[in-house]
């Protein structure tokens, strides 16, 4: 069977559950197996055995985190060029999209984004894909080359497997055009302990409704009452009330948990771009003519200062209970 | 400095879009179309860089006819001049034949710099900077929400999950900016009556050196099997809050497993 190559998603050996997810779709189209760029293989190794992954080819040193997207690339291209996979998977990151589009053009193949499901259908990868702010749901196959696909996170349940992620060192010798976008610093914004925005099962974001950074107190109670994570929308984030890294939409995160909180968010097309595929949608909002309520599954028309607080009453009896 | 921002006609977002039901292409017919508004924020990063360091600001359009109203506005905002690659062999192709099309045009008219929109509201790739750095063997400086240059050395917050980085390379390179970057312009009156008289160069394929095989719908690397319009979503239940607004939701939440 062929092999297909997923990206490891990590930080420094703590492997982010997108890549078990991945290891999962990976399965029905041939033998999961890991490209790991960086250091932290050995310490993730047993957890990537857990999901089924056969091989993991290891490739560190300083070049895989020196440089913009260009080495994850060339890795990928070397491990395509070497064992013809049936696939190059990778989680669907503002900054995997861009190694994608690389790997692609360097290996002349089809290049697929923001999958949300993939299956196999005559011998073909099929991606399914949600385009026109959800409007249109689309599938597409890759006819030239080795499939090269994203897939948001959030996309399939990990599903655990057995593999003996048997560690493989690659030797990679980057060419100088993948050195021309040298990192030379690093400005990292504390999250704290609340999970990831990207992979998080629910998600309650804020919006201009929160009316201050304060205010923003309120929605990460709700988020850890939930154990969820916390977005926010531009018109917070551009009035500073929250970091930008926590931006849901077009130009921010794309989410696609299993619940996503629309606090005191409009629903304006932009912000609807990064949650749509998100599987159950509650919105509080006190304009009944909100567009994020013609999304939504339950909604609540109402002042979030009178319903969040109630809500948190709520959640606390019950767990409590 | 000779800087070229990659410009692209869209589809308005706040109008319907649809694939055509023979081809699966995007209907750009019935659609109104206007610059993909990342794009603007592209374009006014390129007139402040040249307004920083000197040098000029071609817009480059790959589209067709109708793309012509989007670089009106682009040269009414300030840009000197455009080329505009057109040709119906174009019609249909995937990032991959895209990112090759503008890189040919980019190595014939040459350029020190090329600024592109961090993504378009109808393809979504997001991988146009890096495609065409790629390509063109450049550094790739994209995701920028800050753009500097010293000499022929750039430097970028380049944005990321977790904050940002700063990443550092040499001219000539391919920027991709963020909507944080800058507040985009209007254009003046003065500057749509300028924009009538500024050059606009059309190409074709045999002008930029572009393979015919290598474009359009038929030589595609990727294809539509097939699509539906996703089912209006189920109605919600959406009820106003009479004091209980919160244990309505928490009911709901209840109800659905999460809580
Ligand atoms: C190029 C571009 C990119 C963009 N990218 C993004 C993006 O990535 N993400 C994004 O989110 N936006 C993005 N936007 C902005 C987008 O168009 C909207 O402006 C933004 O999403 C609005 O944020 P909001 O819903 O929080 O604010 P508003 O639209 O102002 O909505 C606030 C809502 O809160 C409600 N409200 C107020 N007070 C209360 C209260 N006490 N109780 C309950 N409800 C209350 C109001 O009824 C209103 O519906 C982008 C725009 C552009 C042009
Ligand atoms: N047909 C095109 N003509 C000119 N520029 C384009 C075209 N397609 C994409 N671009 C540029 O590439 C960026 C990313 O687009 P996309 O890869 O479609 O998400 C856009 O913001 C434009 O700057």
């Known amino acids: 069977m062929s092999e297909v190559v997923v990206l490891a998603e990590h930080a420094g050996g703590a492997v982010k559950k997108v890549t078990f997810e991945l290891l999962t779709l990976a399965r029905q189209f041939g033998d999961p197996v890991v490209a790991w760029a960086g250091e932290g293989a050995e310490e993730a190794q047993p957890r990537l055995a857990e999901y089924g992954a056969a091989k993991v080819y290891v490739a560190d040193g300083d070049g895989f985190t020196g440089y913009v997207t260009a080495p994850a690339a060339e890795l990928l291209a070397q491990l395509v060029e070497r064992t013809s996979p049936a696939a190059v998977l990778l989680a669907a990151t503002g900054q995997n999209k861009e190694v994608a589009g690389r790997l692609a053009v360097k290996i002349n193949s089809g290049v697929l984004a923001d999958a949300v499901g993939l299956a196999a259908q005559d011998g073909k990868i099929i991606a399914e894909q949600s385009i026109f702010g959800g409007a249109t749901t689309v599938h597409s196959a890759v006819k030239q080359g080795t499939p090269v696909i994203t897939v948001r996170p959030n996309s399939v349940a990990p599903e655990p497997a057995q593999g003996a992620a048997a560690l493989e060192p690659v030797q990679i010798t980057l060419s100088e055009a993948a050195k021309g976008a040298k990192i030379t610093e690093r400005v990292v914004q504390e999250r704290g302990e609340r999970p990831e925005l990207a992979e998080a099962a629910i998600v309650v974001s804020g919006g201009r409704g929160v009316g201050s950074a304060e205010g923003f107190d309120l929605i990460e109670k709700l988020a850890d009452s939930l154990g969820a994570a916390v977005g926010a929308s531009r018109a917070v984030t551009d009035a500073g009330w929250y970091p930008h890294k926590f931006q849901v939409g077009q130009t921010g995160q794309t989410v696609s948990p299993q619940l996503y909180m629309a606090i005191g968010i409009s629903g304006a097309i932009q912000h609807r771009a990064g949650m749509q595929t998100s599987k159950t949608i509650v919105a509080v909002n006190k304009d009944p003519e909100a567009p994020i309520f013609e999304l939504a599954d339950f909604g609540v028309v109402g002042d979030l200062f009178q319903v969040v607080p109630q809500l948190l009453e709520e959640i606390g009896k019950r767990s409590g209970s | ?259």
């Not at chain 2, 924020?41 to 000029?56: D, F, P």
């Not at chain 2, 940002?164 to 001219?171: I, K, P, R, T």
């Not at chain 2, 189920?234 to 009911?251: L, M, P, Y």
């Open chain 2, 1 to 259: 400095m000779n800087i070229v921002v990659c410009v692209k006609q869209v589809p308005d977002t706040a109008g319907e879009r649809k694939l055509r039901a023979d081809d699966a292409r995007l209907d750009r017919e019935a659609a109104d179309g206007l610059i993909n508004e990342l794009d603007e924020y592209a374009i006014e990063e390129a007139l402040l860089l040249k307004e920083a360091h000197g040098g000029e600001v071609t817009v480059l359009t790959m589209g067709p006819d109708k793309a012509t109203e989007s670089i009106r506005k682009a040269l009414s905002m300030g840009a000197d001049k455009a080329v505009h690659l057109v040709d119906d062999a174009l019609a249909g192709s995937d990032a991959l034949a895209t990112s090759y099309a503008l890189a040919q045009v980019l190595r014939s008219i040459g350029f020190d710099l090329v600024v592109v929109g961090a993504e378009s509201t109808d393809a979504r790739m997001g991988a146009m900077a890096a495609m065409l750095a790629e390509r063109l063997g450049v550094p790739q400086l994209s995701l920028a929400s800050k753009v500097e240059i010293d000499g022929s050395t750039i430097r970028i917050h380049r944005q990321s999950e977790d904050g940002y980085q700063v990443v550092e390379g040499a001219l000539p390179a391919v920027i991709g900016v963020v909507e944080k970057i800058n507040e985009p312009r209007y254009p003046s009156f003065k500057g749509i009556m300028a924009a009538k008289k500024k050059p606009v160069q059309t190409m074709s394929l045999a002008d930029a050196g572009i393979e015919p095989s290598l474009v359009g719908l038929a030589n595609a690397a990727t294809e539509v099997v097939d699509f539906a319009d996703r089912p209006p979503r189920q109605a919600g239940t959406i009820v106003k809050d009479e004091g209980d607004g919160g244990v309505k939701a928490a009911e709901f939440l209840a109800a659905q497993k999460f809580i």
